[in-house]
């Protein structure tokens, strides 16, 4: 057998491709140009000098190599086939997430350097002058901070390209080819007596792999902890990765880092220019970048020089990949942690049930942040029985009231709602006809200002029918309430207070966001009506009353995971009250104020009441108890689904150690116009489920229906 290289190639297939070496030779990490099929493809190489596993004749020989040194450092490739395994990745998927798209093609790397825009003499005097406004204000004020790359352009001003045109035109501002000196770190706040200690243990494990959870209330200061432990990282001439689990929070971040630290951030996420990310990411890896923030994907950049990874919001489902290569950041971060040798700081105001379980087992070390450092008071909450009350429009007068006294101080109600559009459903009183998706049957949303019934699991759009299409009855009521009728009937109830949505119809445009937030930094009274996207994160100091309504859906879920995520929400909901000096109110309107979730969380906090879904969890044996593996299986008809189900259900080995729930209906048995079935694999410990994976989705993709159905599987799903 000849010495080949083996390559891993972005095809979804669980397996590796042999090749004939180039005549210099090549080394593990470094990318390839390979003949696949008909095409040529880009490939990572896994291994060289190894042995053949076909015979020789049929082999094809490397057509390019494109690096002389590895692109993949020996850390990312280990972690990298770690993840692809654990995952039950086809390998070239998982490289192919770990490079950015202009690495995985047949080009020269891009130049690392960018230039940056900088203010001009010229551009600092019309500034002074007040001459400009809108967004050339805005980049100009950005711009005399210091000099900026597109990247970070593209976070703190989205629309500035227009402004920079017009600048540029007038000679305000230039681009320059160097990397700005940074301006001079903010000097930071004296930390208190918990965020000392926080610090310490922290720093006390650099240059060793530990993992820490720092659980801290909305406020109490765990950015602050961050930012005192990436400084020391930095002195000590470390990278530090920090991760957040979505794109809309790095703004404020950055613009707390840069401050603070007096160095360049990169930014990597999925919405950057693909130029710009794989700048950032080469960047990282020559070590010129030191401070990396990024969402999911960015837990691949390459850190040479590793000294921290922190995971902020932790408990946060969009860190987890929900398609493809169905990794989970957070978990990853730990395994290059491990990998790098540096201790991986998890943050959260409401910790995972599975970090809360580590912590349990002695797997992570436990810091907590107990006090408030800025607020007065944490905000009061308050359970309002909206039973046997007049409700207008789905509110209680309780809850009106209070909207009324917030505003009338002068100060700033969120109604939090998360579901958007105007009504869950529409029907007809007279006969119970419902509007229904018919591709996933289950009921439409009514958007009135879009004038359309529209499906929120497959996006289809009808026509809202002038009559019901069963029993010819004019009147088609509007069930329920979405955050466009709740906008309607606050903005009907208080017509002197500007009243406004955020949601994602309202922020379609990318900067429409930020524009939104920007306003209501200011010290004026508003009504904000809004779905999850403002739960997270944002900074708004003259919001003193936060409103959940509609939670009750969460109590009466089948998935284990509801109780978990309800808690979550609330309490970070709850958070966006009295973030400054104002003192904050949280109201929250049920039709359960009995249930013990949410008594528990009231009286208790979010802590008593983690403790109390975790015994649920370790009575039911259910994750983080046990672990799990989900097969899903889809196909234009229930039967295909059912056979492959059959199927794959007698291609299991017979193990005691494994449960199996199913073949049974997905919790949505059909969604656009596909047929969906499952089967749930568990076992106590992980090591029975890994030992027959492979095996098994081997003999799945060797099945005789697997071609008539679309399946995978997926390793710790955190939705069933
Ligand atoms: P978290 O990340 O836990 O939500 P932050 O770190 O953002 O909390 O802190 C909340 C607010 O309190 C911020 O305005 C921050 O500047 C301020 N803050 C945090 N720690 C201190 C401190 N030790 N002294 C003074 N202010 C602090
Ligand atoms: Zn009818
Ligand atoms: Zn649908």
């Avoid at 970048?289 to 946060?316: C, K, M, N, Y």
């Avoid at 910790?351 to 992570?364: F, K």
Wanted: hydrophobic share 45%; proline share 8%.
């Amino acid at each position: 057998m000849p010495a080949v290289v083996r390559v891993a190639l972005p095809v979804p297939l669980a397996r590796l491709f042999d090749y004939l070496p180039p005549a210099g030779g090549v080394t593990v990490g470094s990318r390839v140009l390979v003949p696949f099929g008909r095409k040529k493809m880009v490939g990572v190489v896994v291994a060289a000098g190894v042995e053949a596993e076909v015979a020789g004749a049929r082999l094809k020989s490397v057509l390019r190599v494109l690096d002389q040194a590895p692109l993949l450092d020996a850390e990312l490739m280990q972690t990298l086939a770690w993840a692809a395994d654990y995952w039950l990745a086809a390998p070239g998927e998982a490289y192919a997430n770990a490079l950015p798209l202009a690495l995985r093609e047949a080009r020269p790397l891009p130049a690392t350097s960018e230039p940056r825009w900088a203010i001009t003499t010229a551009g600092r005097s019309a500034r002074d002058a007040g001459s400009r406004r809108g967004a050339s204000r805005a980049l100009l004020d950005a711009l005399a901070e210091l000099p900026l790359g597109a990247a970070d352009l593209d976070v703190r001003l989205p629309g500035w390209r227009a402004a920079a045109r017009r600048l540029l035109a007038a000679g305000l501002v230039e681009q320059r080819a160097t990397v700005p000196a940074a301006a001079a770190p903010a000097s930071a706040p004296p930390l208190s007596g918990e965020q000392q200690a926080a610090v310490d243990a922290v720093a006390g494990a650099f240059g060793r792999f530990q993992p820490f959870l720092l659980d801290g209330v909305t406020g109490s200061g765990k950015t602050e902890v961050y930012l005192a432990l990436i400084a020391q990282a930095l002195a000590s001439g470390r990278q530090v990765l920090l991760l957040v689990p979505e794109i809309g929070l790095a703004p404020q971040t950055v613009r707390r880092l840069r401050d603070r630290l007096g160095v360049p951030v990169e930014v990597i996420h999925s919405n950057l220019a693909e130029g710009e990310r794989a700048r950032a990411w080469l960047r990282a890896r020559n070590g010129e970048a030191r401070v990396v923030l990024g969402t999911r994907s960015a837990v691949f950049t390459p850190l040479p020089q590793a000294g921290l990874i922190v995971v902020d919001e932790e408990h946060d489902g969009a860190y987890k990949q929900q398609e493809g290569f169905r990794y989970h950041a957070r978990d990853l971060a730990l395994v290059r942690g491990r990998a790098l040798g540096v201790p991986v700081l998890l943050g959260s105001a409401t910790p995972s049930l599975e970090s809360l379980a580590n912590v349990e087992a002695g797997r992570y070390r436990a810091l907590h942040l107990r006090a408030r450092p800025s607020a007065v008071h944490p905000p009061q909450v308050r359970i309002v029985d909206m039973r046997a009350q007049r409700l207008d429009h789905g509110l209680s007068p309780a809850l009106l009231a209070a909207v009324d006294e917030t505003v009338a101080r002068g100060e700033q109600a969120l109604v939090f709602r998360n579901r958007r559009g105007y009504a869950p459903v529409l029907l007809c009183h007279a006969c119970g006809w419902h509007a229904e998706c018919p591709r996933c049957e289950r009921p439409l949303t009514l958007h009135a200002q879009r004038r359309a019934l529209v499906c929120h699991h497959c996006d289809r759009n009808a026509a809202i029918p002038p009559a019901c299409p069963a029993c010819g009855d004019a009147e088609l009521k509007p069930q329920g309430q979405g955050t466009e009728r709740l906008e309607e009937a606050l903005a009907a109830r208080f017509p002197l207070v500007p009243v406004l949505r955020i949601d994602r119809e309202t922020t379609r445009r990318r900067d429409a966001f930020e524009q939104l937030l920007e306003g209501l930094r200011e010290d004026a009274p508003a009504i904000l009506v809004g779905t999850q996207m403002l739960a997270k994160g944002h900074d708004l100091p003259n919001l003193t009353l936060v409103a959940i309504v509609g939670v009750d859906e969460g109590l009466h879920s089948l998935d284990f995971r509801a109780g978990e995520r309800l808690a979550q929400l609330v309490v970070q909901v709850a958070g966006r009250a009295g973030r400054a000096r104002k003192p904050g109110r949280v109201l929250l309107q049920t039709h359960h104020p009995e249930h013990p979730l949410l008594r528990g969380l009231l009286a208790h906090g979010y802590a008593a009441a983690a403790q109390a879904l975790l015994a649920e969890r370790r009575q039911a044996t259910l994750p983080p108890y046990a672990h799990q593996v989900l097969l899903r299986v889809e196909a234009h008809q229930r039967v295909t689904v059912d056979a492959f189900l059959a199927e794959a259900y007698a291609a299991l080995p017979v193990d005691p150690a494994l449960r199996v729930a199913g073949p049974m209906p997905a919790p949505m048995p059909l969604r656009a116009g596909r047929h969906r079935g499952q089967l749930l694999l568990e076992a106590d410990t992980r090591g029975p489920l890994h030992a027959v994976l492979r095996a098994w989705q081997q003999a799945l993709a060797g099945l005789p229906s697997t071609r008539r159905v679309r399946w995978s599987l997926d390793v710790d799903p955190i939705d069933l």
